[in-house]
């Protein structure tokens, strides 16, 4: 009897010491397979374009200036004189100004000028010379093309109405139009050559280009708290027809753009790209779109979960469970929840016995548009960490602790995305630029779309609306 007694009380300090032993056990779950995070979505491409009007009174002062009173000129010429030979000087010299109106996207040009023509005849018995004038007008039309380098090439046709006079040279009379007309494509182009030498080098499309190339790339503050910043990422510089406004030129010229804002201290660093070759454009558009990202780090969105957690802390039935320790980390079809938690006796007032350890949970991140909440859904068990508990304490791999958190993984970010849209609204609104004016209105913003990265969760979303663009042609 006293044996069996001294045996039950060695067996008590010895179940204690075991109980002790298994309470304040650790456990670790394997580390879970993670993927890299998906890549971000590109921003929508959205055109940028301004116009580019040059007044045809203004071409026609610049040939005034520029254009040589003596438009063309021959000396010593053989022509034929049906009974001998002749040579001819002829010089046609402007008497007029130049006028020229914009029509079907080119210029048309009239030219009046006057022609003075000298031919000296020598026949088989007889010499003989001869003056005459006549009064002429060149009318022509100059098309315009672009060449690849940004140089406006010219290109002019038309005809030369002479009035009707005769060179008398002994017996014969001789017509200076049909003297011209034999003539004409020396005469003529030479009239046409010097139009298109004057014409293509007076359209400064290149600075313009260049202009609006550069500023593009320019970043645009859009907010102060926090600072943000519009960025640009120019992707083809487009250029339209020629089309007639108004008695002027007008061409469109336009940036393909991607834009999004970046929230950053600084103004993102630009590497400037070179002006690239023109790219047709099929029409000007003022619609524009770019996206707009509400970040939250994942340390962020750990703290604020750990803060709900501390408020309301998880229970396994009576069982209360710790979280000591929080932290997300992002994988491609979803993210991890890595947590140090323990399980607290409720004997033990002090929780010198809890059994802790660290295991892992995953779940899906989604977005919630009625509330603009970012939460983790379908929150469960890692397989390692779920084998791990069904081997140690299988009474807690059951998904009420998942569900339970679950409920603490849910971060609001309207008041980030509603101080974004303010800013970025009010800034837009306001001409920004010198040389190329840029301002927009934004006239809605569209459903976000989750993302993550590898740093924090990205809810990004689209402000639509219209961009302006104005050409400050006084420094050109």
């Not at 929508?44 to 200036?65: G, Q």
């Not at 672009?146 to 038309?158: A, E, I, K, N």
């Not at 007008?250 to 070759?277: C, N, Y």
């Amino acid at each position: 009897m006293g044996h069996t007694r001294a045996m039950r009380k060695a067996v008590l300090p010895l179940c204690a010491l075991l109980l002790i032993s298994f309470a304040g056990c650790g456990f670790e779950a394997p580390a879970p397979k993670r993927t890299p995070p998906p890549q971000t979505p590109q921003p929508p491409v959205s055109t940028i374009s301004v116009s580019l009007a040059v007044p045809v009174n203004d071409l026609a002062a610049m040939l005034n200036a520029k254009t040589e009173k003596q438009i063309a000129e021959m000396k010593d010429r053989k022509v034929g004189c049906f009974i001998g030979k002749c040579k001819m000087d002829l010089v046609a010299t402007r008497t007029g100004p130049i006028t020229a109106q914009a029509r079907d996207g080119g210029v048309a040009i009239d030219l009046p000028f006057a022609v003075m023509a000298h031919i000296n005849l020598k026949g088989g018995f007889f010499k003989s010379g001869g003056d005459a004038n006549a009064m002429g007008e060149a009318r022509a039309f100059s098309t315009l093309a672009l060449s690849p380098d940004w140089q406006v090439r010219t290109h002019t046709q038309g005809d030369v109405q002479l009035s009707d006079s005769h060179l008398q040279l002994g017996p014969i009379s001789m017509s200076v139009t049909d003297l011209w007309n034999h003539n004409d494509e020396h005469l003529s182009d030479a009239i046409f050559k010097q139009l298109d030498k004057r014409l293509g080098p007076a359209i400064k499309l290149k600075p313009q280009a260049q202009k609006l190339w550069a500023r593009v790339q320019q970043p645009i503050r859009v907010g102060k708290k926090p600072l943000a910043w519009l960025l640009l990422t120019p992707q083809a510089l487009r250029i339209g027809r020629v089309e007639t406004v108004n008695d002027a030129l007008e061409v469109s010229l336009a940036a393909d753009v991607r834009g999004q804002v970046i929230v950053s201290d600084t103004p993102p660093p630009v590497k400037p790209l070179p002006l690239p070759r023109p790219a047709p454009l099929a029409a000007p558009s003022n619609q524009f779109a770019f996206t707009i990202p509400v970040t939250l780090p994942y340390d962020e969105a750990a703290k604020l979960a750990m803060a709900q957690i501390a408020k309301k802390p998880p229970h396994v039935g009576s069982t209360e469970i710790k979280i000591t320790r929080l932290q997300i980390l992002p994988s491609h079809d979803d993210v991890v929840v890595a947590l140090r938690f323990c399980v607290a006796q409720k004997w033990d007032v002090f929780g010198w016995f809890d059994s802790c350890g660290d295991g892992y949970l995953r779940g899906r991140p989604v977005f919630d548009a009625a509330t603009n909440n970012v939460r983790i859904a379908d929150v469960h068990y890692d397989i390692g960490t779920e084998d791990l508990l069904l081997k140690v304490m299988h009474w807690l791999a059951g998904d009420e602790l998942a569900q339970q958190l679950q409920q603490h993984l849910v971060f609001n970010v309207a008041h980030d995305m509603d101080k974004l849209e303010a800013s970025v609204t009010r800034a837009l609104a306001k001409p920004q630029g010198k040389d190329i004016v840029i301002y927009g209105e934004v006239q809605s913003f569209g459903q976000p779309a989750l993302g993550w990265t590898d740093k924090g969760f990205l809810a990004l979303f689209t402000a639509h609306g219209q961009v302006h663009a104005a050409l400050n042609l006084q420094k050109s």
